[in-house]
C-alpha cells in the first residue's frame, strides 16, 4: 500500500485564462431571408426590361412586315370576298349601335 500524500494537479490561477470575445459575421445568412440580396433585385429588372424590349421590337416587326406584305398576297377569289366584306361591314355596324354622341 502506497503511503503518502495523493499528488493533485496543478490548476492556473482564473485570471491567467485569455478571454477572447468571437465576433459574429458581418452577414449572415437566413434560409428564408425576407429581403433579397441587392444582386437579384438588378437581375429581376434586367429580365423585365428584356421581355418589354422583346415584346415591343416584336410587334413593330410584325407592323412593319404587315405593311410591306399588304399588296403582295396573292388570296383567292373566297378569301378576296371574305376581305371585301370585312371592309364594308364596320361602316354599317357604327351606323346604327354607335353609342358615341355626336
Do not use: C, W
Amino acid at each position: 500500500m502506497a503511503q503518502g500524500k495523493m499528488k493533485v494537479k496543478s490548476k492556473a490561477p482564473p485570471s491567467s485564462k485569455k478571454v477572447v470575445s468571437k465576433k459574429g459575421n458581418a452577414f449572415s445568412k437566413r434560409k428564408n431571408a425576407p429581403i433579397q440580396s441587392k444582386k437579384h433585385k438588378f437581375q429581376e429588372s434586367a429580365k423585365l426590361k428584356q421581355a418589354v424590349s422583346k415584346t415591343v421590337n416584336k410587334k413593330n416587326e410584325d407592323e412593319i412586315r404587315k405593311l410591306v406584305y399588304e399588296g403582295q398576297k396573292n388570296l383567292s377569289q373566297a378569301q378576296q370576298a371574305v376581305v371585301e366584306h370585312h371592309k364594308r361591314q364596320p361602316t354599317s355596324n357604327q351606323a346604327g349601335g354607335s353609342s358615341s354622341s355626336k
